[in-house]
Nanobody, 124 residues
């Protein structure tokens, strides 16, 4: 059973940066497609970014293109979501999720494993 551990998040002013991390123990995350999802109260959960397994491509929601970067640290077995130039509308609970496929832009239902979520609040 793959267990995802998230870290990062918190409170930041508009224009600031945060980095989220997604880790797993006992499995090589490089063999999993990883997605970062955002949940805002009253709205559907949306995928903001994802990265495919084994070097497959990345994908970004239009709302975060040019500001967010997803990447892997293979040595540390981590997936990062670097978030720059944060806006108030980026506020929400962020989840990392994984599935064993190659590409990452599958529907959310394809993702089998989910982290517990971490709060990101962008406010002055």
């Amino acid at each position: 059973q793959l267990q995802l551990e998230q870290s990062g998040g918190g409170l930041v002013q508009p224009g600031g940066s945060l980095r989220l991390s997604c880790a797993a123990s006992g499995v090589n995350l490089d063999y999993y497609a990883i997605g970062w999802f955002r949940q805002v109260p009253g709205k559907e959960r949306e995928r903001v970014s994802c990265i495919g397994s084994l070097g497959a491509s990345t994908n970004y929601a239009d709302s975060v293109k040019g500001r967010f970067t997803i990447s892997r640290d293979k040595d540390k077995n981590l997936v990062y979501l670097q978030m720059n130039n944060l806006k108030a509308e980026d506020t929400g609970v962020y989840y990392c999720a994984a599935h064993g496929g190659y590409v990452c832009y599958d529907p959310q239902t394809r993702y089998d494993y989910w982290g517990r979520g971490t709060q990101v609040t962008v406010s002055s």
